[in-house]
């Protein structure tokens, strides 16, 4: 979600009545870029970089600097840029405390559109209470200027400070070692990954306007990307309101999985070099099935789990198979269905049914949710695929993590092309028409997929224009996010009726059935990773061919029963934490309610209030608060508006609290009647 504020300060420069501009320094911008090395190497050698491209300029151009330093009247720095001031030319220091005091109070983190010299920056991460901070700055060469113009060490060194650079180069996220620190030049989407490494649910935007104004095209750019990444976060905190529960229940039945099977992270870069097809369920599918067995032969297939039915019918059984969905509708794609060959890779909060789905092996990735992390963090991590809203991204991610490349794409369509919405034999398809009647006919759902998402006209990879809705554009946005970067593979759709990706490319399936047979190759690989998989957990090799999933999780073996051990001790660890903040957040909407009381009796609370100021110590302490703040919705559903006296200040902790103390018990009695329960 995003809260939108008033553009931010600059308006005409007036005339200059201070005392003499300050010159810059080349040992303080040095000084500065050391600071910035610490977290972001790549970034600071851009910017040392874009600091000599700068003064070389400005010496051809006869010394004039890109910006103008001004020193306002109370001795601060300040500057202009392209004739508009950058800050207030009397105190930007107060005017950067108020903007900052203008953020609501439930915004976790803010887009900066234009860093000027920091002062917007420092009154920011001045508020305090975990507030970050993403700078998107048009030119390395601006922000070199403004590194020479103030000691801004304290500041570069901050962990909640990122950077997204465009220009000739560089991009930063929140901090040295996740954001992408490297000397490729940002597209404004560069936005989306910091602000998904921030962690970031709902933030502000304040803009500079002399540098908006500077660079207006480049700006719009990371403005419309934050609003998609803003309409994103909605979507997922209403889809948390209507599944959050449904998750942890998943996961409570599934702790066993967490700890039996592998991760991912083993089939990382097992690939390399072999390209992939990845199969969605969209109608440009069909076009494909026929070729699948000589596609099969080129390329490692790796299916979504709403096309397996398609993929069965023509006898073609895919290499992955990838579901991650936890509602019971998705677990009926697959239900009475099997897929003896096939590698699963699912989500501990899966419906649980798909751990008993027959299939030779199956693996986790890492957990999307704070549950689950909670326990991979005693059992080691499974191995992070992204999560784009589709299980498609999932599967593509899958591609990429085990060193595919190219990336074909069959059934993206992300549209419905000439009226279609799913593949014929998809169970959308099968169910539609097997349950269409005189009144309510097939078509009556069919039109429901065609008009209930919000539809609009986009352009087709044909260039003609094809009909999609919101929902899917968002799908859209995610591919484009991710294949803006470098390190992305090369990604091509077949569906040149399907809905145009920036980034993604066009390909024929004349162009992969050109490509030499690869199968002998990729069959080895894929039983190399069985075997060795198996060899890890104790089971033999001839159980795994038919077993199933549940065969090759139930083998008692040393290695299984260790992670099983590490699982069931996680999950004692993380009861006996959940027991504790369920306690102290009951007391706490307890002693708020009698502190309510007491205020209006007229009686003495100072007691009460230190206590609730030792109680909200002890609950921010916890090792469970990301657990049991999944459940929670936003502070500003709690809360409201902001409390106006002492009274409604109360009131809203009351209500905070006891919140807190519900999702704490919630999962206490979901992870309570789990399997793994008791057994450490």
């Known amino acids: 979600m995003m809260a939108v504020l008033p553009p931010g300060p600059s308006g005409p420069a007036g005339p200059a009545s201070t005392p003499a501009p300050p010159a810059p320094d080349p040992a303080l911008l040095e000084a500065n870029l050391a600071a910035l090395a610490g977290r972001q190497p790549g970034l600071a050698d851009l910017l040392r970089c874009a600091a000599e491209g700068l003064m070389k300029g400005a010496a051809e151009a006869g010394g004039s600097p890109l910006l103008k330093p001004l020193r306002t009247a109370s001795g601060l720095v300040t500057a202009t840029l392209g004739g508009l001031h950058l800050h207030s030319a009397h105190d930007p220091v107060t005017e950067a405390t108020r903007l900052a005091a203008s953020v609501p109070p439930a915004v ?97 935007i304040l803009a500079n306007r002399a540098e908006e104004k500077a660079r207006p095209e480049w700006y719009s750019g990371v403005r419309a990307a934050a609003e998609r990444y803003a309409s994103k976060e909605t979507i997922n905190g209403n889809t948390l309101k209507r599944f ?52 099969k032969e080129r390329c490692l297939l790796i299916a979504v789990d709403t096309s397996l039915r398609s993929l069965l019918r023509e006898g073609i059984e895919p290499d992955f198979l990838v579901v991650v969905d936890p509602q019971y509708w998705n677990w009926r794609h697959l239900e009475g269905l099997s897929s003896p060959s096939s590698l699963l890779v699912s989500e501990s909060a899966s419906w649980p049914a798909v751990f008993r789905f027959g299939c030779r092996a199956a693996f986790l990735c890492s957990s999307l949710f704070p549950l689950g992390r909670a326990i991979e963090a005693r059992t080691g991590a499974k191995g992070k695929l992204g999560a784009g809203g589709s299980v498609t991204t999932t599967a593509w991610d899958l591609g990429r993590l085990v060193g595919a490349a190219p990336l074909y794409m069959a059934g993206l369509d992300l549209g419905f092309p000439r009226g279609a919405t799913h593949a014929r034999a998809s169970l959308f398809e099968q169910r539609a028409i097997s349950g269409g009647r005189r009144l ?24 003609e224009r094809i009909r999609t809705d919101k929902r899917m554009t968002l799908y859209s946005w995610w591919f484009e996010s991710r294949l803006c970067h470098a390190e992305a593979p090369e990604t091509l759709n077949l569906s040149s009726h399907g809905l145009a990706i920036p980034g993604m490319g066009l390909a024929s399936l004349d162009e992969i059935l050109a490509l030499p047979p690869r199968r002998a190759e990729i069959d080895a690989i894929l039983d190399a990773a069985v075997r060795e998989t198996a060899a890890e957990a104790g089971a033999a090799a001839a159980e795994i061919g038919s077993a199933g999933v549940a065969g090759v999780a139930g083998v008692a073996s040393a290695a299984g029963m260790a992670g099983m051990a590490a699982a069931a001790q996680g999950l004692s660890d993380l009861l006996a934490e959940l027991a504790a903040t369920e306690e102290k957040a009951s007391r706490a909407a307890e002693e708020a309610a009698q502190a309510r009381l007491d205020l209006a009796a007229g009686r003495d609370i100072s007691a009460r209030m230190a206590r609730l100021d030792g109680y909200d110590r002890d609950l921010l302490a916890g090792s469970a608060n990301e657990v049991v703040g999944f459940l929670l919705p936003p502070l500003s559903e709690i809360m409201g508006e902001g409390a106006k006296s002492l009274d409604e200040g109360l009131r809203c902790s009351e209500a905070l609290y006891s919140r807190v103390a519900e999702s704490a018990l919630f999962h206490i009695k979901k992870l309570e009647a789990s399997d793994l329960a008791g057994a450490s």
């Open 440 to 463: 309510a006919p097939a078509e009556t759902s069919h039109a429901a997929a065609l008009f209930s998402g919000g539809p609009m006209w986009a352009p087709a990879n044909d260039g």
């Open 108 to 204: 976790d983190s803010v887009v900066l559109l234009g860093f000027g010299l920091g002062y917007q920056a420092e009154a920011l991460l001045a508020r305090g209470r975990g507030l970050k901070v993403l700078a998107c700055v048009a030119e390395p060469a601006l922000l070199a200027a403004a590194l020479s113009l103030r000691d801004l060490r304290d500041l570069l060194a901050r962990e909640e400070l990122g950077f997204v650079v465009g220009g000739t180069g560089g991009t930063g996220g929140t901090n040295g070692a996740d954001g992408a620190d490297g000397a490729d030049g940002a597209d404004p989407s560069a936005v989306v990954p910091a602000l998904d490494a921030m962690g970031s649910s709902l933030f502000s």
């Open 244 to 295: 959050g529960r449904l998750w942890v229940r998943n996961l409570a039945h599934n702790m066993g999985e967490l700890g039996r099977l592998p991760g991912v992270a083993r089939l990382e870069g097992r690939f390399s070099g072999l390209p992939a097809l990845v199969l969605a369920a969209g109608p440009s599918l069909d076009e494909a099935l026929p070729r699948l067995q000589e596609l």
